[in-house]
């Protein structure tokens, strides 16, 4: 038992240093337990197969595909304008629509659900997303107090009652709790968040920030004024014909930028849009849409010619498999002294080019009679795949910026609908008792969906949406749990702390409850001490002859309502990397907001539920 305490006040004061990562801390304190022997190799490793945990990576994957697809952006949008520029309109839209859904869905998997979302909205103004997303996490879990089924601890003491013949809670018996807790949250987290949450500046934004957008390309170089789309319909001559044998750029000085081709099945089993770079053997289909960049005359006599509808209206130019990016030609290069004709970018590198900048001068007039030059700036199309290997000819070129990380930016704004109605469907199959799919079936279902349906650019990308720390972290946490129950530790401090409270009348045993429960939420998963609390608080309630009742709501909000550790509860671990936040952050705001609600429940739960 006294290895256990040890090793978990080292892991406590480690974390609150924050001089190592967290979850390398979380698993050496695993590892010492194991060698130490009182953890088997099968209770320490049986975090990383506890469905939360697997939930937890799902819900990574949904909610980056919910981002990806622009799905957040959309959302976000429809809360910003019920937000306008107000913060406080702001904070409390996060808090309120955070707590309803949270009511019905597991805290978990609303973080994950809204993180996508609130980060959008943060980056759509200048407000602080740190000031977000803490009270995102807390405010998942106060509205897992409005419901019974919001939170586990909930369905724990509900247990405990009908064991013990109490009867059982009602759906909505929580409501007056939540919305006491709720209010609680709204009031103290506004200002706490304003103290110690502030702007903190990050060097990779800067960074990031000094790279060319794919719009702010577009818009230098001028490529909407100079980029028609005509679409190939029935009877149209060029069906059935290659872009090679209509020889558009000889005869009509154009350039095919891409072939937009609907219902195609391309990286996913269903996907709307699929945009194709357009080789000379691209062989034309009815419903194609193709993208010129040249002379709007030349465009509109193509079309004529073609029985084709052409149009200029072209500012949605999409960047979904189809990207651009800026290279600078190097002294070395065998390309300089060439004409862009005779360069074979696209036979050899499968890329466009679409512009020139020499000297602060942009040619994109008659580009393939032009010669190269050391220093040469070229603007150049291709799939994202082609481009990023651009990067690995360093003796030719210089690619500029980061076009992968631009890439990764890029929305599938056609997607959002599956999106939708993918998180939908899991919310669903969350939510209501008659559909049999366990939670984690309903997430592992959804996150599989989200790749399948094409809502990412990949699969490596979906599982770039892991946070692999928050998982590793939240995995090695749980047998700690097990350490303590094991070793007696939990129950020795719980019974001490209870029986010397219990003489003092129901008052103060109900706050030694309280406190018990709540210390022990900083070592224990609040579904452990729950499970470990609710016996004793019944048992104490039967020794001093009260109801019972009180005692056990003040297990389930206590179990809850952590907010001073990121490992206390999931939603707090998954904030954490996003809000780059430290051990520290979470004893400033969580902890003032976990005292101040205790001490409200210990007044009003004896009113709301008397002795």
Same mark, same amino acid.
């Given at each position: ?114 993180? @996508? ?34 939170? @586990? ?459």
């Amino acid at each position: 038992m006294y290895i256990t305490l040890i090793v978990l006040a080292i892991t406590a004061t480690l974390f609150a240093l924050n001089k190592v990562r967290a979850d390398i801390v979380a698993l050496c304190a695993v590892i010492t337990l194991l060698l130490f022997g009182i953890l088997t190799p099968e209770e320490a490793l049986s975090g990383f197969s506890n469905p939360v945990v697997i939930m937890m990576a799902g819900l990574f994957i949904v909610g980056g595909g919910i981002f990806q697809t622009g799905l957040a952006k959309m959302i976000s949008s429809r809360l910003m304008s019920l937000a306008g520029d107000s913060e406080i309109r702001l904070f409390l839209l996060v808090m309120l629509v955070t707590s309803g859904i949270g009511a019905f869905v597991s805290n978990t998997g609303t973080v994950a659900l809204m993180l @996508p979302i609130v980060v959008s909205m943060s980056a759509s103004t200048s407000i602080d997303s740190r000031r977000l997303l803490m009270p995102l996490a807390f405010a998942s879990s106060m509205g897992g107090m409005l419901t019974l089924i919001g939170t @586990p601890p909930n369905l724990v003491i509900d247990a405990a009652l009908q064991d013990a013949g109490y009867g059982n809670l009602s759906f909505f018996s929580f409501l007056p709790v939540g919305l006491i807790c709720l209010a609680i949250g709204i009031v103290v987290l506004l200002p706490l968040t304003k103290w110690f949450l502030g702007n903190r500046g990050s060097k990779s934004e800067k960074n990031v920030s000094q790279n060319k957008t794919l719009k702010e390309l577009v818009k230098e170089y001028h490529l909407a004024e100079r980029v028609t789309r005509s679409t190939v319909v029935k009877n149209s001559p060029i069906i059935g014909k290659t872009i090679a044998e209509l020889n558009i750029q000889q005869e009509y000085k154009l350039t095919v930028l891409e072939v937009r081709r609907q219902r195609s099945r391309q990286r996913g089993i269903i996907k709307d849009i699929a945009q194709k770079m357009a080789t000379p053997d691209t062989k034309l289909q009815e419903d194609d849409i193709i993208y010129f960049s040249g002379p709007e005359e030349a465009a509109a006599r193509f079309a004529r010619e073609n029985r084709m509808p052409l149009a200029f209206d072209t500012d949605s130019l999409d960047f979904y498999d189809i990207g651009l990016a800026e290279i600078v030609l190097l002294q070395q290069s065998m390309f300089v002294g060439k004409k862009l004709k005779d360069s074979g970018f696209r036979s050899k590198y499968s890329i466009n080019v679409l512009a020139i900048r020499r000297n602060n001068e942009y040619i994109r007039e008659n580009l393939s009679e032009q010669k190269m030059m050391q220093g040469d700036v070229l603007l150049v199309q291709g799939t994202w795949q082609q481009i990023g290997r651009l990067a690995n000819d360093e003796d030719h070129w210089v690619v500029l910026g980061q076009p992968l990380e631009e890439a990764a930016r890029v929305t599938f704004d056609h997607k959002a609908p599956i999106a939708a109605s993918i998180m939908l469907l899991m919310i669903c199959m969350m939510v209501f008792d008659f559909i049999p799919v366990a939670p984690v079936t309903a997430v592992l279902l959804a996150s599989v969906l989200m790749i399948l349906m094409g809502c990412f650019r990949s699969v490596e990308a979906a599982y770039k949406t892991i946070n692999w720390e928050s998982i590793i972290l939240i995995a090695a946490m749980m047998p700690m749990s097990v350490a303590i129950e094991k070793t007696g530790a939990a129950a020795i401090v719980s019974h001490g702390l209870v029986n010397s409270l219990g003489d003092f009348g129901p008052i103060l045993l109900l706050a030694g409850i309280y406190l018990t429960t709540s210390l022990l939420t900083f070592f224990i998963s609040n579904t452990a001490t729950a499970v470990l609390m609710s016996p004793i608080a019944i048992a104490s309630a039967q020794e001093v002859g009260v109801n019972p009742m009180a005692m056990l709501f003040a297990v389930a909000v206590a179990a809850s309502m952590c907010f001073a550790s990121p490992f206390s509860t999931p939603p707090n671990a998954l904030v954490m990397k996003a809000g780059g936040y430290k051990f520290m952050d979470y004893i400033k705001v969580g902890l003032p907001l976990q005292l101040i609600i205790g001490i409200a429940m210990v007044l009003l739960l004896p009113l709301l539920f008397p002795f």
